[in-house]
């Protein structure tokens, strides 16, 4: 089976630009989340969506949106882009809205770089 | 809010000795899960360990063991018999039991064994 995969693997943008990242979770997981990974730093948790809802949400400027489409893949959004976006962007999915009962399969990431 | 800390930004120990990786975290919740998580040069997270905080006895995966002290706030990882394989980024990580399924995570240790 596949894990869940991240496209692009790598992007490069500039200041101000749009970018789309897309992810497409495990077959039967129905909950996506993203996190920002800075070099040298800890991922940052940006948004969960479950069941193609919005269900819990870091501390992100607006200028980050997301959302999940019907066969559960999410794509994440970053308007107005800044060098300070540039990261590597994680996306995780698994069968379960919340709790650590359920396991986190993590993606390879796009990497983001903002010139 | 809760936060982890990870005091050791790198560590280093031959192939086949045991290493011990240290985490402290900070939260007011009774109920919560504890990870360790490993992140290769692939850069995909993957889930080392997990402890439910509301259970005494500490989990144990093959090589990897975890020292959790509820009171203390303290959470390490042990592995024995370590593999050139073992090196990584490591990764402690927090996550309620409750809302959604949000990961915070420490600033991570690269660890480096040697042949």
């Known amino acids: 089976d596949a894990g869940v995969t991240q496209s692009p693997t790598h992007l490069i943008k500039t200041r101000g630009q749009h970018v789309t990242l897309r992810c497409s979770p495990i077959s039967g997981h129905k909950s996506v989340s993203w996190y920002q990974q800075v070099l040298g730093q800890g991922p940052q948790f940006i948004f969960q969506?479950?069941?193609?809802?919005?269900?819990g949400r870091g501390n992100f400027p607006d200028r980050f949106s997301a959302r999940q489409f019907p066969n559960y893949s999410s794509e994440l959004n970053v308007n107005a882009l800044l060098l300070g976006d540039s990261a590597l962007y994680l996306c995780?999915?698994?069968?379960?809205?919340?709790?650590?009962?359920?396991?986190?399969?993590f993606g390879s990431g796009t990497q983001l770089s903002v010139l | 809010a809760q936060t982890v800390t990870q005091s050791q930004p790198e560590m280093s120990v031959q192939e086949a000795e045991t290493v011990t990786l240290s985490c402290t975290y900070d939260t007011s919740e009774s109920n919560y899960y504890l990870f360790w998580y490993k992140q290769p040069p692939s850069r995909q997270m993957i889930l080392v360990i997990r402890q439910e905080a509301y259970k005494q006895q500490n989990a144990t995966e093959n090589r990897f063991s975890v020292n959790f002290q509820k009171a203390a706030k303290s959470f390490s990882l042990k592995i024995s018999d370590s593999q050139l394989g073992d090196t990584a980024m490591y990764f402690c990580?927090?996550?309620?039991?409750?809302?959604?399924?949000?990961?915070?995570f420490g600033q991570g240790t690269r660890l480096t064994i040697n042949p």
């Open positions: 990580a927090f996550m309620r039991a409750q809302g959604a399924q949000k990961l915070v």
């Open positions: 969506y479950y069941e193609k809802e919005e269900r």
């Open positions: 995780a999915s698994s069968l379960a809205i919340r709790g650590g009962n359920e396991k986190l399969f």
